[in-house]
């Protein structure tokens, strides 16, 4: 099995691959635990209210803040604000797959093989 690592700084988990964060570039690494709550994805604030819904009503235990920041702000189009979400490790799999549910409609459909 792969080893999964867990950075202090930003909450990303990653596979090893040096000694620092990939995305923060941060060497407060260590193995990940089951009860860290993981970095899992940004979203704007109206497809956040739904995935909050969805995680709820599973038992995802999650944490979502508000992100700020003009950069952001751009990206996120209309809405104009995120929320990133963060996710306990070992629900994961299972917030993968409300989200994988939830937003497999978004990118329209004949594109099934
Ligand atoms: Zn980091």
């Known amino acids: 099995m792969q080893e999964k690592w867990f950075c202090e700084n930003c909450q990303t988990v990653f596979e090893e691959s040096g000694r ?12 990940v635990r089951e009860d860290d709550l993981a970095y899992f994805c940004d979203k704007d604030a109206l497809w956040a209210a739904v995935l909050e819904d969805v995680f709820r009503q599973n038992g995802v235990d999650f944490y979502a803040k508000n992100l700020m920041g003009a950069a952001m702000t751009m990206r996120a189009g209309l809405a104009g604000e995120l929320r990133r979400f963060y996710v306990r490790f070992d629900q994961w799999p299972l917030a993968k797959a409300l989200y994988m549910e939830l937003f497999s409609a978004e990118s329209g459909d004949g594109q099934e093989e």
């Open 20 to 31: 620092r964060c990939p995305q923060c570039g941060s060497r407060r690494i260590r193995e």
